[in-house]
């Protein structure tokens, strides 16, 4: 059974730094790209930034520079470093794991998830 749970999330100062992670086990990590979504209150879930098989990462405008995914993948686990926290990054972080190459309804394009962590940023 393919879990992924996140952690590190909670109550922070902006500015930061916050470091997330994802464990996941079920599956074989090396072989899934992975992504970072994050669902502010009444927001869609928002893709922000994603990891190749290969480590090749992107990111959406509004975090490069700040954010940075990597993956462990001895370890099986994804990060998300995250710097200069502003509170617009108040949201529930989630992982997901193996992208689909297929459309599946309410899937956000990814296999697997994980719950989420939250994180409030305050000023």
């Known amino acids: 059974q393919v879990q992924l749970v996140e952690s590190g999330g909670g109550s922070v100062q902006a500015v930061g730094p916050l470091k997330l992670s994802c464990a996941a086990s079920?599956?074989?990590?090396?072989?899934?790209?992975m992504a970072w979504y994050r669902q502010a209150p009444g927001n869609e879930r928002e893709l922000f930034s994603r990891i190749s098989t290969f480590s090749t990462t992107h990111y959406v405008d509004s975090v490069k520079g700040r954010f940075t995914i990597s993956r462990d993948n001895a370890n099986n686990t994804l990060y998300l470093q995250v710097d200069r926290l502003t509170t617009d990054a108040t949201a529930r972080y989630y992982c997901?794991?193996?992208?689909?190459?297929?459309?599946?309804?309410?899937?956000?394009?990814?296999?697997?998830w994980g719950q989420g962590t939250q994180v409030t940023v305050s000023s």
């Open positions: 079920g599956y074989i990590f090396d072989n899934c790209n």
């Open positions: 997901a794991a193996c992208k689909l190459t297929r459309y599946i309804a309410g899937s956000y394009g990814y296999e697997h």
